[in-house]
């Protein structure tokens, strides 16, 4: 095609074709991949919960009255009038669904459904703030540690080695008992009473995404560091040195794009981490504060009814599973997808 | 021979990359000496040659005269300008007098962007024109190195090896430089490809009297292209003359040893050859040999050779060596 045009013709842009980018090609790569779409469309799925979760469920993820229970699943039951006001589907009154609990429901009467979809709020919000906040702060520290070389470069990493050292998860723990015991004696005033009321607004996950944030950048700067290590030498960065470009021209646009995709999936790959440690921390009681239902939290509350009542850990357990299974495949397929040498024999 | 006005004057430049042991507390340990003491002069419009075996540091002079690498002493005079002393701002205003070409036309191309954006950066850096003006200048840069301008919106990774090469001149070009550091420009293509490629830098520097530095391994690559040629070895400049003149009057002992590894083209005295065989090693720039750096390695070397270093000096009107037998 090229060919045929003379090369001293001005050019009429609408005739040059555009070249396909290293991501485009790697997201081509990525749609081949069934298991991996799959991942990103029930991870979209999911989200579309978290973010509709009151037109999804038939009832307030609150609403209790201990005639109900332990309902079991698809078994008809006395609705009271406490239900009512919050039955409906998409909206619109359901006359019989406020009949019977779709999973039934937990010791308190409380729909278990209802509270499994609000639940999806509590591990996406994890999912993606914890991640970001790893991913921002991790990739920023290690890119300006690699960049920097030589002493500066030695300095921050001994800091991320100190850090590293450090037991950061009973540090958590001891965080979230103190700042909880704090918020049961009331404290309002100063930073502290800030930051109480600031975590009580939010359910009870900010200390949560601290946590998983605080957690997670380390090996992220790591990561970072290593993969400007390995471009800050080719060629290209010279060259753009010798043109005069800046430093922030250089690290912004020569190499975080070229260092983000292995981040990105490392990052896709942790998540099924944050969603899980979440799930461990409201488990031990150290998670999200009741009644905002969070999947560890349900299962803990049901698994001392496991024989008899075994729908109320299944429930959120298979939720979970698959929300981080999804997120698993995602991540093996986009990582597959921008490094072919990485992939699996077929 | 070109117009007689000196554009690079480089004075005992000397390049050395300390060595440290430590984790915390780095102690300098010692240096390797890729660069030691090297002057020579770039005239307006030549090309000189530079040519070694791997490691004797050619490319790590290119990019300290360049200021990609800062000299730990000696100077690098562009004209009047003393380059060592530039920084900030004013370097950045002084590169746009000077470039370079890659060797790695693969390494050389970040594989994010697409060539119509490779190629306007330097503009968009020197805020050079506005979108539309420096679009037009990418398309006219594209042609003028062989390329279509319908290409300007593809990624480096669509190219051939030279192509690539093509695509790493045209940047070099954006500026509108007057100096050019070849860097084994053709080192890394197919010999089908170094030809195009030289031809296409030939042509460039009739058209703009363009200065080239072209370093390279090649010695009948450099034969051809320059019009005086240096030859190191271990980090100096042990001999530098007219083409000619070096490659049928060889003074220095390695430069004699050098070129007597080319092979000639003809079956009929290229069975008669004389090779000069070097005994050893090339010893480590960390450590060199005192006196003269070549002498662990010279079939000639006598006493003097193993304590004095030869001092650099014309021995013929614009033949230089540093040799103690010339």
């Known amino acids: 095609m090229a060919e045929s045009v003379a090369l001293d013709q001005p050019l009429d842009e609408s005739t040059a074709r555009k070249g396909r980018s290293p991501g485009q090609d790697a997201w081509r790569e990525f749609r081949r991949n069934r298991i991996g779409v799959a991942g990103l469309i029930f991870i979209i799925f999911i989200i579309l919960v978290a973010i509709f979760a009151p037109l999804m469920s038939p009832y307030g993820y609150a609403t209790q009255n201990n005639l109900n229970s332990r309902a079991k699943p698809m078994t008809a039951y006395t609705i009271t009038t406490d239900y009512l006001p919050n039955c409906h589907w998409a909206g619109t009154p359901l006359e019989w669904g406020c009949t019977i609990f779709f999973t039934g429901s937990d010791a308190l009467g409380r729909d278990l459904w209802s509270r499994t979809v609000y639940g999806t709020r509590v591990s996406i919000s994890i999912a993606l703030v914890a991640s970001t906040v790893s991913l921002l702060i991790g990739s920023i520290y290690g890119t300006v540690s690699g960049y920097a070389g030589g002493r500066i470069d030695n300095f921050m990493m001994r800091i991320v080695d100190f850090l590293y050292a450090v037991p950061i998860l009973p540090l958590i723990i001891l965080m979230q008992v103190y700042f909880k015991a704090l918020a049961r004696q009331g404290v309002r005033e100063g930073l502290t009473g800030a930051i109480i009321e600031l975590n009580q607004q939010m359910g009870g996950m900010l200390f949560l995404f601290i946590a998983l944030g605080a957690l997670n950048w380390i090996g992220m700067s790591r990561m970072a560091r290593g993969q400007v290590l390995s471009y800050k030498n080719k060629e290209f960065i010279e060259a753009a040195h010798m043109i005069g470009a800046s430093n922030s021209r250089i690290i912004f646009r020569h190499l975080m794009p070229n260092i983000l995709g292995p981040l990105l999936i490392a990052e896709t790959l942790a998540i099924p981490g944050y969603i899980f440690t979440e799930a461990v921390l409201s488990f031990i009681g150290l998670g999200v504060n009741p009644p905002t239902p969070s999947w560890g939290q349900m299962i803990s509350e049901g698994y001392q009814g496991l024989r008899s009542n075994p729908h109320l850990v299944l429930v959120p357990g298979a939720a979970l599973t698959i929300l981080t299974l999804a997120f698993n495949f995602m991540g093996d397929g986009l990582r597959d997808a921008f490094d072919p040498k990485l992939r699996g024999r077929k | ?326």
């Open chain 2, 1 to 326: 021979m070109s117009e007689n006005g000196t554009l690079i004057k480089v004075d005992k430049l000397t390049k050395h990359f300390p060595i440290t042991r430590g984790i915390i507390i780095q102690r300098e340990v010692g240096a390797v000496q890729a660069v030691d003491k090297v002057s020579f002069e770039i005239r307006k419009g030549e090309t000189l040659g530079l040519v070694g075996e791997s490691g004797c540091g050619k490319s790590t002079t290119g990019r300290t005269i360049l200021q990609l690498y800062r000299p730990t002493s000696g100077k690098v005079y562009y004209g009047d300008a003393d380059l060592t002393e530039l920084k900030g701002e004013e370097l950045r205003r002084m590169r746009r007098n000077m470039q370079m070409i890659f060797q790695d036309p693969y390494a050389s191309l970040n594989p994010r962007l697409t060539v119509g954006n490779i190629v306007s950066e330097p503009l968009e850096v020197h805020s050079i024109g506005n979108a539309r003006e420096r679009r037009e200048r990418v398309q006219e840069l594209l042609r003028l190195v062989g390329l279509s301008p319908h290409m300007i919106n593809r990624y480096p990774h669509e190219f051939s090896g030279g192509q690539r090469q093509r695509i790493g001149v045209a940047r070099a070009l954006a500026l509108q430089p007057e100096f050019i550091v070849c860097d084994e420009p053709i080192s890394a293509l197919d010999v089908s490809i170094q030809a195009q490629v030289v031809n296409l830098l030939e042509e460039l520097q009739e058209t703009f009297g363009l200065t080239y530095l072209f370093i390279a391994h090649d010695l009948s690559m450099v034969r051809h292209i320059s019009d005086r040629t240096a030859v190191m070895y271990l980090g100096k400049v042990v001999e530098l003359a007219t083409r000619n003149e070096l490659y049928t009057h060889p003074l220095h002992p390695y430069t004699q040893a050098l070129l007597s590894a080319v092979p000639i083209p003809d079956p009929s005295k290229e069975g008669k050859r004389q090779r000069i065989i070097l005994e050893g090693d090339v010893p480590s720039p960390a450590n060199p040999p005192k006196g003269c750096r070549f002498h662990p390695r010279c079939p000639l070397a006598i006493d003097i050779c193993r304590e004095v270093e030869p001092e650099w000096r014309e021995v013929a009107p614009d033949h230089w060596v540093a040799c103690h037998l010339v």
